[in-house]
């Protein structure tokens, strides 16, 4: 009996490639539409809002939190304020730029007044 190989028969292959579509179906049909968790979050994804999410949304926002318009868990709707945030720093830097776009307008005068008169 040392190294002989057993043959099934057709039917059993067959049966067996049967089940296993089955259990392959069966899995993603229950990952899409189950009850689960992961089946759950894919169903719900665009409206669940990750710290990461929100960390590269703020990346570049500076200020201190002044309201925060929603607790955790609670479901919101797109348009929904989430939280408000200090503009002062904000303001600040605005204001800093229009001085300095002012400054570079005044620059650009300046120097067309120079070339107007060399060609002159």
């Known amino acids: 009996m040392k190294g002989q190989t057993v043959h ?6 067959r049966l067996g490639l ?4 089955i259990l392959l179906a069966g899995g993603v049909l229950l990952m899409y539409k189950g009850n ?4 759950q979050g894919i169903a719900n994804k665009d409206g669940i809002l990750t710290a990461e999410q929100v960390k590269v949304s703020f990346q570049s926002v500076s200020g201190k939190m002044v309201n925060e318009a929603v ?3 609670q479901e919101v709707k797109a348009g929904d304020i ?6 002062t720093d904000v303001d600040l830097d605005i204001a800093k730029t229009q001085a300095q776009i ?4 005044a620059q650009i ?3 067309e007044g120079t070339i107007a008169i060399g060609f002159v």
């Open 109 to 111: 005068q300046s120097m």
């Open 36 to 39: 689960d968790a992961v089946a």
């Open 71 to 73: 607790q955790e868990s």
């Open 82 to 87: 989430l939280m408000q945030l200090d503009s």
């Open 18 to 21: 049967f089940f296993i579509g």
């Open 8 to 13: 099934l028969p057709k039917r059993a292959w």
């Open 102 to 105: 002012a400054q570079l307008d």
